[in-house]
């Protein structure tokens, strides 16, 4: 894990400055999210992960932009607010187990354990599951527990999970094996597209955040708290 002194490099500054947008914007979004600021502890987290180290060579000077970035592969980063936000909605906190799935280049991976949660998280694309089981060994995040396959199916051998993050967006439904692997009192964040018949001959669907929270008895209920635009999961992968 990284500290304050170790991140305190040529960074610092814009790092510092990305929180400022994280918290700014979560005030903006609290229209929809219901929440006008996120825990202290998930930005001091953020504050913490160096995000410049996740990033091809000509990106790292956008590095603290809050905006998607490429990671190889057609896939992304989501932008600095959608981390935070996902973090701070699926509870992650000391001693949570949480499960990621779409571990892409790790630094939602990475913010979770800064958290101090224990951290399960699936990838489907090879090449980037094996890049990024080599950077966050070099970060020093080498206690995530990464796995190459369909994250779809979750994780059944580490199962229950207080919190599950899905980083890429479902068709329309929610994976019913991640519900079925949440613990009772926990929380699921993930993208749904609504495949509405417009967006769907854009070739973009809207998508919504969507956060799904199984109560002590094992009820789930489930509401949409932000419009966003992920890249697809795809099932079966
Ligand atoms: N959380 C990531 C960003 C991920 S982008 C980060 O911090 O970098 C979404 C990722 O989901 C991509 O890497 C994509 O390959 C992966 N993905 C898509 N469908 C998947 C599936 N069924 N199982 C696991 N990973 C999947």
Redesign the pocket.
């Known amino acids: 894990m990284r500290h304050e002194a170790e991140t305190g490099d040529r960074f610092a500054e814009a790092r510092a400055a990305m929180l400022e947008k994280i918290a700014q914007e979560t005030v903006e979004t609290a229209g929809w999210t219901g929440r006008p600021q996120l825990r202290p502890e998930v930005l001091e987290a953020m504050g913490r992960v160096p995000r410049e180290k ?1 990033l091809a060579p000509q990106d790292v000077g956008e590095a603290y932009r809050n905006r998607p970035l490429p ?1 190889g ?1 057609a ?4 932008q600095p607010f959608i ?1 935070a936000l996902m973090s701070d909605l699926c509870g992650a906190a000391a001693g949570k187990r949480i499960l ?10 990475a913010v979770l354990t800064e958290l101090g949660c224990d951290v399960w998280s ?4 090879s090449a ?1 599951y094996k890049g990024t089981c080599t950077r966050l060994r070099d970060l020093d995040y080498a206690q995530v527990h990464l796995r190459h ?4 199916q979750g994780w059944p051998e580490a199962a229950p999970f207080d919190g599950i993050l899905v ?2 967006a479902a068709a329309q439904r929610i994976p019913p094996a991640l519900i079925e692997q949440l613990s009772p009192g926990g929380a699921l964040v993930c993208p749904v597209a609504e495949g509405g018949s417009l967006g769907s001959l854009l070739g973009q669907p809207a998508q919504k955040l969507c956060l799904i929270e199984k109560d002590a008895y094992g009820v789930v209920s489930r509401r949409a708290v932000l419009p966003v635009a ?6 079966g ?1």
């Open positions: 996740f990671i592969c896939q992304t980063i989501s981390v990621e799935v779409g571990t892409g280049c790790g630094y939602q991976a699936v990838e489907s694309i980037l396959g369909d994250g779809t980083t890429a992920f890249v697809p999961l795809v099932e992968s």
